[in-house]
């Protein structure tokens, strides 16, 4: 007579440890793709919300609201932030629309430790000052910037930097 041996049911340790590598690979793989998605739609969100709030600002003056002039101070101290103001300058002028940068976004200019203010001229909507620009970078990847530039006659552009 023949012995029938039962296979037991279950999982070696060889396949258990086998399986843990490759959900660690995915994990992996997962999160840094997950960071660097993060970082873009950061760096999406604030361009497009600093694109439009100099536009607001621009057309707040070319409409005359208030009959002064509207700029937007662009701070780059230990709390990195933009603000949308109405007055001569950002010191003394009523303020509106504060924005913290988030972590994951930072200014590369204005320079560290310094400020920009971008002023639109009552009822022309033109800068005073000619052409300036402010540029954002991902601080997941430093080499991700975009450039926003304000031309003399107005006009703002975002463009990616290389």
């Given at each position: 007579?023949?012995?029938?041996?039962?296979?037991?049911?279950?999982?070696?340790?060889?396949?258990?440890?086998?399986?843990?590598?490759?959900?660690?690979?995915?994990?992996?793989?997962?999160?840094?793709?997950?960071?660097?998605?993060?970082?873009?739609?950061?760096?999406?969100?604030?361009?497009?919300?600093?694109?439009?709030?100099?536009?607001?600002?621009?057309e707040n003056a070319k409409?005359?609201e208030g009959f002064i002039?509207?700029?937007?101070?662009?701070?780059?101290?230990?709390?990195?932030?933009?603000?949308?103001?109405?007055?001569?300058?950002?010191?003394?002028?009523?303020?509106?629309?504060?924005?913290?940068?988030?972590?994951?976004?930072?200014?590369?200019s204005p320079p560290q430790?310094?400020?920009?203010?971008?002023?639109?001229?009552?009822?022309?909507?033109?800068?005073?000052?000619?052409?300036?620009?402010?540029?954002?970078?991902?601080?997941?990847?430093?080499?991700?910037?975009?450039?926003?530039?304000?031309?003399?006659?107005?006009?703002?552009?975002?463009?990616?930097?290389?």
């Amino acid at each position: 007579m023949r012995l029938i041996q039962k296979k037991s049911k279950g999982f070696t340790f060889t396949e258990v440890m086998l399986a843990l590598m490759v959900l660690g690979v995915v994990f992996v793989l997962g999160s840094s793709s997950w960071r660097d998605y993060r970082a873009t739609t950061d760096m999406d969100a604030v361009t497009i919300d600093v694109v439009d709030t100099l536009r607001r600002a621009q057309e707040n003056a070319k409409t005359g609201e208030g009959f002064i002039t509207w700029g937007v101070h662009f701070d780059n101290g230990l709390t990195q932030f933009y603000q949308l103001f109405a007055g001569a300058e950002w010191s003394g002028a009523a303020k509106y629309a504060y924005v913290s940068l988030p972590s994951s976004v930072r200014f590369e200019s204005p320079p560290q430790a310094s400020t920009l203010d971008i002023l639109f001229d009552v009822h022309t909507g033109y800068r005073a000052l000619g052409d300036t620009s402010v540029v954002l970078y991902s601080t997941a990847n430093p080499a991700v910037k975009k450039k926003i530039s304000v031309a003399k006659e107005g006009t703002v552009t975002l463009e990616a930097v290389k």
